[in-house]
């Protein structure tokens, strides 16, 4: 994803805050807030300079390009009648590799991409990241449960047995 600094009118390039630099389709960045009227100069220039994104790492920015991707490519497919699924246009494809993407992460890069994710306005994937968070956060708390219910259990057989020995 690395690249020189040229650039042509379908491409803009992006510089992580560790000074990599990434030339990346312009459909791939059009949804992120943060970046559209600079998206509409590089349309209408021949030359421009990178977009430094403040705070996003290199391996930060690559999921982010690598998630963009996928999703504009989905979008395009969709759009051009290719996509044979019922379910709207979208990808049959893409929730599989979404949750791919997602489970490949640690804690800390899902962090790391959905608060960078909501610096640059792709609101898409701040959602997905928060939904993934939420998921995380269900399962952890059904595992308490879980264990709570175990030890409920335990607590009313112990009281059931207590209420035994009063009687005696």
């Known amino acids: 994803m ?3 600094s040229s650039s042509s009118s379908n ?3 992006l510089e992580s805050s560790d000074g990599e630099t990434f030339e990346v ?4 960045v059009a949804k992120w807030k943060a970046i559209k009227n ?5 349309k209408t220039k021949t030359r421009v300079k990178p977009i430094t994104m403040k705070g996003v790492t290199r391996d930060t920015l690559t999921k982010i390009i690598q998630y963009s991707e996928k999703h504009a490519q989905a979008e395009a497919s969709a759009s051009d009648g290719i996509n044979d699924s019922d379910s709207g246009g979208v990808d049959d494809n893409l929730e599989p590799w979404d949750t791919q993407f997602f489970k490949a992460m640690s804690l800390e890069e899902l962090n790391g991409v959905t608060l ?3 610096s640059v306005g792709y609101e898409k994937l701040v959602d997905a990241g ?3 968070v939420k998921d995380i956060v269900d399962a952890l708390t059904q595992g308490l449960y879980d264990v709570l219910s175990i030890l409920h259990h335990d ?3 112990k009281k059931k047995r207590n209420k035994k020995q009063k009687k005696k």
């Open 2 to 4: 690395a690249s020189s």
């Open 11 to 13: 491409k803009i390039t």
């Open 38 to 42: 600079t998206v509409k100069k590089a």
């Open 25 to 28: 389709d312009v459909s791939v």
């Open 155 to 157: 607590d009313s057989e």
């Open 130 to 132: 928060c939904e993934r």
């Open 116 to 118: 960078a994710a909501k």
